[in-house]
């Protein structure tokens, strides 16, 4: 399991949410995604666990037959092969709003071979029933840009007070991930590209070969970002680092008064051999907590196991390497 998107409880009486995307075949082996095919990412489907307190998590048993509450479409559909959650918005009346990554049975080539479900494009569903079942929007809200990459991706959405929605997604051009941005006016129906915002670091820099998977928040009168910086393009490890942005997502600037060797950082990295975080930490979601404190929910795994969730936390707010404990 991976890429969590942790919902707080808005009153005493209900629980914690987290949405997450998985596969029965697990990460780099046969048969986890639909119709059998070979998974080269943790996506698939996704689940839904609860919590009284954000720490210790209960797998809730969706509606579909595996278990999960959002799963693939038709074989041959846009979202046919994968899906993974990538956000999900809360309106005032209760209705959830998931803007999710989806994969299709599509060949696309990549250097020599030719793969299927890297063309990945980002859609919209919704939940009257706090996750535990979604309808889903039948085209997708955001398609694929090829002066951008091979897909768009990832989708990441902060709500701004004019209720303007801004997303963060990223692509990958063969050689390198890149972040990009859109708005929507109309709650995610349909959406605005405004750019490239963030990209690779320099030449030996631990994001070099890109930004993945990022968490955005509102800290401190401007917005935060963290974001899964990759190593190699198809190997490497994989490390979290910190961006900031003073105009409303405008732009994005990769913060240098961190402890790590590179713009950004990392501040958080991978473990030593044998640890549950040896290869990758990745696909980080922030939850800004009421006292000024920061919750950092983030998968990892070692070379053999497949992706588990864990937590950090910043009591102070603060975002350097030394802010952060282990919770789980």
């Known amino acids: 399991m991976a890429n969590p998107v942790v919902l707080p409880p808005r009153n005493a009486d209900e629980d914690w949410r987290c949405f997450y995307y998985g596969n029965a075949g697990g990460y780099g082996e046969s048969g986890g995604w639909n119709g059998g095919a070979k998974c080269f990412l943790p996506t698939g489907y996704c689940g839904l666990a609860t919590s009284p307190d954000g720490v210790s998590w209960n797998a809730v048993d969706g509606a579909n037959a595996d278990g999960s509450v959002f799963a693939p479409g038709e074989l041959s559909a846009w979202d046919g092969l994968h899906v993974g959650v990538g956000d999900i918005v809360r309106l005032t009346n209760g209705t959830m709003v998931m803007l999710y990554l989806g994969g299709s049975n599509e060949p696309v080539a990549l250097g020599p071979a030719s793969v299927t479900g890297i063309r990945m494009r980002i859609g919209r569903a919704l939940s009257d029933d706090d996750g535990l079942s979604w309808r889903r929007d039948p085209a997708p809200v955001l398609d694929v840009d090829t002066e951008e990459g091979l897909f768009a991706s990832w989708p990441r959405v902060l709500v701004m007070e004019d209720g303007t929605w801004y997303m963060t997604y990223h692509a990958f051009n063969g050689s390198a991930w890149s972040v990009f941005s859109a708005t929507s006016a109309d ?39 963290m974001y899964e910086g990759v190593e190699g393009v198809f190997e490497g490890k994989h490390r979290i680092g910190v961006a900031t942005s003073d105009d409303r997502g405008a732009s994005w600037h990769k913060a240098l008064d961190l402890e790590g060797p590179d713009p950004g950082g990392p501040i958080v990295e991978p473990g030593s051999p044998g640890a549950w975080t040896e290869q990758v930490v990745g696909t980080p979601y922030l939850v800004p ?3 000024g404190g920061l919750r950092l929910y983030y998968c990892a795994k070692t070379t053999s196991t497949n992706m588990s969730i864990g937590l950090l936390e910043s009591s102070s707010g603060d975002v350097g390497r030394d802010a952060w404990r282990a919770v789980c």
């Open 289 to 291: 907590l009421a006292d």
């Open 187 to 225: 709650m995610g129906v349909s959406w605005v590209r405004t750019g490239r915002v963030l990209g690779p670091g320099d030449a030996g820099a631990f994001d070099c070969a890109g930004i993945g998977t990022r968490a955005m928040c509102e800290w401190r009168g401007q917005w935060l970002m």
